[in-house]
């Protein structure tokens, strides 16, 4: 796997700091917030090297770099389920069920970060690549978020079950408004890819189906915004429960 590369002001910064970044590429015209990261990265001791525009536009493959982007020196460590239950008594995991879009991916391990949420599973097949997109729409979370890719969710679903971790899919024909789950013990929320939402087989493997109510005119939101607002109603549950 290459090392991922991290584009844009805030992502690069968050990525120093969480360390294991090898190199930082900064622009020829650097403005203050570069010049800022340039200093971080000498006190951290990573390398900074000046390229070229045309440098920086061919590494962040499209995405806006505002002129600095970071590689890591080794891809994101890649967490197990059982080593992930176990960092929490309480655990509370993301489960992306064939979310490809890169931004959706990258906005949801912002959300997942900003709660404290204990990881997200990915299946290896089928999802998106935790590429700049994906970095620069986690506005550094990429760097922090426990991952666990999986062959199977079906099988990982089963697994987290086995390891007493309650499971929530999230599904507009949902029987039980999301509100109403109880998001204090063991859980995961388990979210379906863009339009089709969760798969036949998944859905009948979780223990709950969650809806979101939707009075408007659309039937649906997008699913990193589905995604934060059930993962702020098991932040608020859990804080009321302190």
Known sequence: MPPIVIVGVHPVREALRAGGVREVRVGPRADARVNEIVR???????????VDVAELDRLADGERHQGVLATLGDAPRRWSLEEVVR???????????????PHNVGAILRTADAVGATGVVRQERHAAALGPAAA?????ALAHV?????VNVVRAIETLKEL????VGLDAEGAQPYDRIDFR???ALVVGAEGEG?????????????ALPMRGHVSSLN????TGIVLYEALRQRSADR
């Open 185 to 187: 013990p063991p859980t």
């Open 198 to 210: 969760l798969r036949r087989l998944v859905r009948e493997h979780c223990d709950f189906i969650a």
């Open 40 to 50: 971080l990265a000498e006190v951290k001791g990573v390398p900074v090297r000046r």
């Open 164 to 167: 007493g971790v309650w499971v």
């Open 223 to 226: 699913v990193s915004v589905a």
């Open 136 to 140: 620069r729409a986690s506005a550094g």
């Open 87 to 101: 960092q929490d008594p309480q655990p509370l995991i993301v489960i992306l069920d064939g979310v490809e879009d």
């Open 146 to 150: 426990r991952i666990v890719d999986v």
